[in-house]
């Protein structure tokens, strides 16, 4: 694999926490995840796999089989269902790299499968005409990658988007107030697809409303990652239920119902799935 990193795709040092500046020492080099086709197949490498919020998904749609805007698709780990179910999808993603992994993806699914459109856009500018979408579907928690003033916008263009009986269906970590006591740093080993195996870190800072996701490639002739090691980042908000639930009200929704995503073997969090309809 390349290693040669665009310098827009670095993240200054003034935006990683000290915790992982110290754990990772001066040579090793922080980088977006989903910045570059590295970090876009390191992120597909690991997380292809994971089934998590699929079959709730799926469940949600089973009775609507009109067209579905999927924000956030990556590399399509709901996406790729989603056309297996025979769901006309709209993916939307801001990273191309990603995009292009799952256009490769698509071009090997059968012609039974539904059809897709790719566009490589920010989830927050949608660009469409109203009542285009029977439903939008955002997982992995990528809500949480924007800004309270960034959802706002993205749930007013979600509801000119969606037709006036359309579902918008987003999931979330569940905590109680989106804040934790102690820093906490929990960290695994993963084998992703291809094989290589990650050091992945989890870093909540004790009353931060952000977790920080870290992940290296161990070298596998020491068994560690190398000193001058890329570390592929990413910040995401922990948004709780209940913000969740105000923020889409505040932007004309009612959250009708909440099920639990029961697949996230090897997380430590709760993880559900809101379903909210206009009001
Ligand atoms: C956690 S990944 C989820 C990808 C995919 N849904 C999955 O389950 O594997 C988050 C995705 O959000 C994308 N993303 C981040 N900010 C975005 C934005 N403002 N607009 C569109 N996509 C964005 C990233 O490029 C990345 O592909």
């Known amino acids: 694999m390349?290693?040669?990193i665009a310098d827009d795709r670095s993240v200054a040092p003034s935006q990683v926490p000290a915790a992982l500046r110290e754990l990772f020492g001066d040579r090793a080099r922080f980088v977006d995840l989903y910045g570059d086709p590295r970090g876009a197949a390191l992120y597909d490498d690991i997380g292809f796999s994971n089934t998590a919020e699929i079959y709730e998904i799926l469940s949600?749609?089973?009775k609507r089989p009109g067209p579905v805007l999927e924000l956030a698709a990556?590399?399509?780990r709901i996406t790729i269902p989603l056309l297996r179910a025979h769901h006309t999808v709209t993916a939307v993603d801001l990273a191309a790299d990603m995009l292009a992994i799952l256009a490769d993806r698509i071009a090997a699914l059968g012609s039974s499968a539904g059809s897709c459109d790719l566009r490589c856009a920010d989830m927050v500018d949608i660009d469409c005409a109203p009542g285009t979408f029977?439903?939008?579907v955002i997982a992995t928690t990528s809500a949480s990658l924007l800004t309270p003033e960034q959802r706002a916008e993205m749930f007013t263009g979600i509801a000119r988007a969606l037709t006036d009986d359309g579902i918008l269906l987003i999931s979330t970590v569940d905590s109680d107030d989106g804040h934790n006591e102690a820093d906490d740093l929990d960290i695994s080993t993963v084998t992703g697809s291809s094989g290589t195996t990650y050091r992945m870190h989890e870093l909540w800072p004790a009353h931060a409303?952000?977790?920080?996701?870290?992940?290296?490639e161990i070298d596998p002739a020491t068994g560690e990652p190398r000193d001058d090691t890329e570390v592929h980042?990413?910040?995401v908000g922990v948004v709780p239920v209940a913000t969740l639930t105000d923020e889409l009200r505040?932007?004309?929704f009612e959250v009708r119902r909440e099920r639990a995503i029961r697949d996230t073997a090897?997380?430590?969090h709760r993880y559900v799935l809101l379903e909210a309809a206009l009001r």
């Open 233 to 235: 980042l990413s910040r």
């Open 60 to 62: 949600a749609l089973r």
């Open 250 to 252: 505040s932007t004309g």
């Open 209 to 216: 409303d952000a977790r920080h996701l870290a992940v290296v």
């Open 2 to 4: 390349s290693t040669d």
């Open 134 to 136: 029977d439903s939008v």
């Open 266 to 268: 090897g997380t430590r």
């Open 74 to 76: 990556g590399s399509g």
